[in-house]
């Protein structure tokens, strides 16, 4: 979902309930955007990491919107004692647990739990998590703002790459193009933003592997219709 500069990656196969992977920004109108989408409810809602723009849209729904399941690794307790309040289950998750809505299978990449419970101090986007997201065959990773050089995982071939960190210099990516061999990179970014994402770096070294890219500042909503085993993207 287009919410500016933050990320939001609704993930809604056929009969499965959907889930929500980051919010977006406070003030970003997320709930409309769900309800345009046709999204009554969601299964799980997931944090990546609590920085404002991929936490404050989730913060925003809690209690105005139906979430089952608030997921995270690392969270403020006031957003926990929210979530409970609006009747969402709350769940720390790490590097290694499996979890599953219908056909939908989350794999948990990254971080480590030792690494959460040590984790004072640390950037928080080095401990954002990253998920891998399967279904019906189809792969798409979820980078959240997790850059590849900070960040070591090998998930193997992906259909679709979400790029880390609004497209922002990562030494990494290359290495991690040449593991993953994505068919289809997207970056989540907002138009016209102060930080310069996505960086010239960034946009070159996808190129220079030959990955197709779409921007969300360029064209909006990107969406990733499955069935049948083939991709179609409106984007």
């Known amino acids: 979902l287009d919410v500016g500069q933050g990320d939001a990656i609704l993930l809604r196969p056929a009969g499965t309930p959907a889930v929500l992977v980051d919010g977006g920004p406070p003030g970003a109108g997320l709930a409309r955007k769900l309800e345009e989408a046709g999204v009554t409810g969601l299964g799980a809602a997931v944090v990546t990491h609590d920085q404002s723009d991929h936490a404050g849209g989730i913060e925003e729904l809690l209690g105005r919107f139906p979430v089952e399941r608030l997921l995270f690794a690392r969270l403020r307790r006031g957003t926990i004692a929210e979530a409970i309040a609006a009747g969402a289950e709350p769940e ?34 080095q401990l954002a998590l990253v998920i891998e997201a399967e279904w019906g065959g189809f792969t798409m990773l979820l980078a959240a703002d997790a850059e590849a050089e900070a960040v070591p995982i090998d998930p193997g071939p992906v259909d679709v790459l979400k790029v880390a960190h609004h497209g922002s210099d990562d030494a990494g990516l290359g290495l991690l193009l040449e593991r993953t061999h994505p068919k289809l990179a997207v970056i989540s970014v907002g138009e016209e933003n102060s930080y310069g994402h996505p960086t010239s770096g ?16 360029v064209d909006g909503d990107v969406v990733i219709q499955v069935e049948g085993g083939s991709m179609r993207v409106d984007g």
Not at 202 to 215: E, K, M
Request: hydrophobic share 40%.
């Open 202 to 217: 960034t946009l070159a070294t996808l190129a220079q592997h030959r990955v197709p890219t779409l921007r969300t500042d």
């Open 92 to 125: 720390r998750i790490a590097a290694g647990q499996e979890l599953r809505s219908g056909r939908l299978r989350l794999r948990v990449l990254w971080p480590p739990a030792e690494l959460l419970s040590a984790a004072a101090g640390q950037d928080p986007n």
